[in-house]
C-alpha cells in the first residue's frame, strides 16, 4: 500500500457519511499537574561538581615558576617525605586508579585532575597514575605544575617504564579520614 496515495472523492463521502451523527470528544476528566519532588540525585551530582571545581580551583596558570626543568619530574610536598618519593621511583606502590589525559584541552585536564583527587578522597585511593602522553608536550609539561599547585598531593614522580615512563606520572594523594 502506498502511503502517499490520495484518497478519492467517493472514499472521502463514505468515510464522511460513516462518521455523521457523531461528536467530538470532551476532556472531562481531571487533570494532575506533575508535582515536581527534590531530586536527591540532583542535589548529590551538584555536591560532586561542586566539589571537582574547589578541587581544580588549586591549578593555576599565574606565577608560574619553572620548577620541573629536568627530566625526570618528581615533588614532594615536604622535605620528610623523601621516604615516600624514594619508593615511587623505584616503583613500589601500584596505582589502583588510572586517568588518561590524551586528547583533552588545558581546562578539560584540569577538570578531571580535579575529579581524580576527588575520587580517590571518597574511595580512600591514595595512589594514582596518571597518563598525558607525548603529543605537543603542553600537558606534559602543565600537569606536574598543577598538581605541585595542590594541597592535597603529598608527592609524585614519573612513572616507571611499565606504566608509560615518561609519558606518564604517578602520584600520591593525601587521604583525609
Not at 548529590?44 to 625526570?72: M, T, V
Not at 614519573?158 to 587521604?175: H, L, M, R, T
Amino acid at each position: 500500500m502506498n502511503k502517499n496515495r490520495r484518497y478519492t472523492f467517493d472514499e472521502n463521502y463514505l468515510f464522511r457519511q460513516w462518521l455523521n451523527g457523531t461528536r467530538e470528544i470532551v476532556q472531562d476528566t481531571i487533570f494532575h499537574p506533575r508535582v515536581h519532588k527534590k531530586n536527591n540525585d540532583n542535589i548529590l551530582f551538584k555536591r560532586i561538581i561542586f566539589e571537582q571545581d574547589a578541587h581544580s580551583h588549586y591549578f593555576s596558570y599565574r606565577n608560574k615558576k619553572i620548577f620541573f626543568k629536568d627530566n625526570p619530574i618528581s615533588y614532594m610536598r615536604h622535605k620528610n617525605l623523601y621516604d615516600v618519593l624514594e619508593n615511587l621511583k623505584k616503583g613500589k606502590y601500584n596505582p589502583d586508579i588510572f586517568l588518561d589525559l590524551h586528547g583533552l584541552t588545558q581546562y578539560q585536564a584540569q577538570k578531571a585532575l580535579g575529579e581524580l583527587i576527588t575520587v580517590c578522597q571518597k574511595e580512600k585511593i591514595f595512589c594514582a597514575h596518571i597518563m598525558y602522553g607525548y603529543g605537543k608536550h603542553i600537558l606534559k609539561k602543565q600537569t606536574p605544575f598543577w598538581l605541585s599547585q595542590h594541597p592535597d598531593i603529598i608527592a609524585f614522580h614519573q612513572a616507571p617504564k611499565f606504566f608509560g615512563s615518561d609519558a606518564a606520572i604517578i602520584v600520591i594523594i593525601e587521604i583525609n579520614s
